[in-house]
């Protein structure tokens, strides 16, 4: 079927909340409000680490679907929207390493870690929004410069059909998306493992990487040298999602501060959400997909949060961005009764 690119062009705002640029220093004021969730959204329209440069519109193809009411009308309050800025660049072979524009992702998820380590210490949660899922390296580091400062440990649960844990050395496409897992755990081109001064971000003891269905086979090398728990989507099939999410909550640990969920959108089945930049057949289904994040919220320890690989370009009138909105909602806690 020939996929019917919708308008992109966010809706006139008409609410209160802050509305920013990268840049700015969240921490100075404090946005909790007690009985009442708060979320700062960071859109970061970046296409630099794939192929695909429609990715870059996710952000506003989300604007149009009306992510920041929707959340709204949950009863959750948007204190701030950031926009990353993203440098206009092709995707040119870095002389220093085997992949893809480091220099300018490096620039990103330093404005992309800044904001969120912000939005954490404003009591708020950071939900970043994408573009491609190079974005995490940033969104990661973030948190846990932040759980650092306060001497805690948080807990990396990953929904993916991929892996993203391919390195320098093991790439073929040379993309940063197919790496920020592994730049999480340390591996990787030292300017993105080393952002905010440390690294590893996370042990691969408190990761989990849920719905792999196409990984190369480098990466089952370095998952099974990192100690990153991975339900494939055969484990799905066979213990059923809902046990699979006990299970990841259980592998990340009780002792642990919060956790970051890093969603990228083509876990889910193409039939059900074309919009991605790599799809992949066979992967989660609709309400197998709301039951896995209401689970998540229900544990209460969700505190940021990726949304990526929306590509308006491959959608068919903007359903994968309202199905991702529907799932931030689930995330945030949305019920039936």
Not at 95 to 104: D, L
Request: proline share 5%; glycine share 10%; charged share 20%.
């Amino acid at each position: 079927m020939k996929s019917q690119q919708s308008s992109i062009e966010p809706p006139t705002n008409t609410s209160s909340r802050t509305q920013e640029t990268s840049g700015e220093n969240l921490a100075d004021t404090e946005y909790t409000q007690p009985g009442k969730t708060t979320v700062t959204l960071i859109y970061v329209p970046l296409h630099l680490g794939g192929s695909h440069r429609g990715v870059s519109m996710g952000p506003a193809a989300m604007r149009v679907a009306e992510v920041a009411e929707r959340i709204e009308a949950q009863g959750c309050t948007v204190v701030r929207e950031i926009e990353i800025n993203v440098p206009a660049s092709v995707c040119w072979w870095d002389k220093q390493s085997a992949t893809r524009c480091v220099p300018e992702i490096t620039q990103v998820s330093q404005e992309v870690a800044q904001a969120v380590e912000g939005a954490l210490a404003s009591g708020t949660i950071p939900i970043t929004i994408g573009g491609d899922h190079s974005l995490a390296i940033g969104s990661i580091a973030g948190t846990a410069n932040y759980y650092r400062q306060l001497k805690q440990t948080f807990g990396l649960i990953w929904f993916d059909a991929h892996g993203d844990i391919n390195t320098p050395d093991t790439t073929q496409s040379g993309n940063v998306h197919g790496m920020p897992f592994a730049v999480a755990l340390g591996k990787g081109d030292q300017r993105l493992t080393q952002l905010c001064g440390f690294s590893p971000k996370v042990p691969g003891g408190k990761s989990v990487l849920i719905g792999a269905r196409d990984l190369d086979p480098p990466e089952r090398d370095i998952i099974n040298e990192s100690g990153v728990t991975v339900f494939t989507i055969r484990d799905i099939d066979h213990l059923g999602l809902g046990r699979v999410t006990d299970l990841a909550l259980g592998a990340v640990g009780s002792e642990i501060a919060g956790i970051h969920l890093s969603f990228d959108l083509d876990v889910i089945d193409p039939d059900i959400a074309p919009g991605v930049s790599t799809p992949a057949r066979g992967g989660l289904n609709y309400r197998e997909s709301h039951l896995a994040l209401s689970l998540l919220a229900e544990s209460r320890l969700v505190r940021s949060i990726d949304l990526v690989e929306l590509n308006p370009a491959f959608d068919i009138q903007n359903r994968t961005a309202d199905l991702a909105v529907e799932l931030l909602l689930s995330i945030l806690g949305k019920t039936i009764l």
